[in-house]
């Protein structure tokens, strides 16, 4: 239900979220007025602290996938039989993968779209690269 106030209120209004999907869930189960308001405040207490759980969820995100890649790194060491340096080599490593990752979905995704995007301003004006656009476009 939270899920759905929080998609509803990127649309509407946040209050007018909160009271179409308690109306929603009414219909099925059967609310007092009590448990309607507690269930309505508690909406509007999570909403209003999107902002603050977005940054921890952030953090935690960054944090776990630091420790995904720390271990990929120690499993592909420890195959190889090389050494394992635990202090401040390690995160440094699993932070650049984090970031050559990123990079590569970043790019990955825009510049397929920037060649869409130029392919009708500069195909007037390099007429040779055409089939590089639709190489790159295609992907």
């Not at 239900?1 to 979220?17: G, H, K, N």
């Not at 902002?51 to 944090?63: D, E, N, R, S, Y």
């Not at 050494?83 to 825009?110: E, Q, V, Y």
């Not at 920037?114 to 392919?119: A, H, S």
């Amino acid at each position: 239900m939270i899920l759905l106030v929080t998609i509803a209120s990127f649309f509407i209004d946040r209050d007018r979220a909160v009271t179409m999907v308690v109306t929603y869930v009414k219909e099925y189960v059967p609310l007092s007025s009590v448990m309607q308001d507690n269930i309505f405040d508690t909406f509007t207490g999570v909403i209003s602290a999107r902002t603050q759980a977005g940054v921890v969820a952030f953090l935690i995100l960054i944090w776990s996938a630091l420790h995904c890649f720390i271990t990929l790194i120690m499993a592909t060491n420890r195959a190889w039989g090389t050494d394992i340096h635990t202090r401040w080599r390690l995160p440094l490593k699993s932070l650049l993968l984090l970031g050559a990752t990123t990079s590569a979905i970043f790019l990955g995704i825009m510049v397929p779209a920037l060649m869409k995007i130029t392919e009708g301003w500069l195909s007037p004006l390099l007429d040779f690269f055409s089939p590089a656009y639709a190489l790159v476009s295609y992907f």
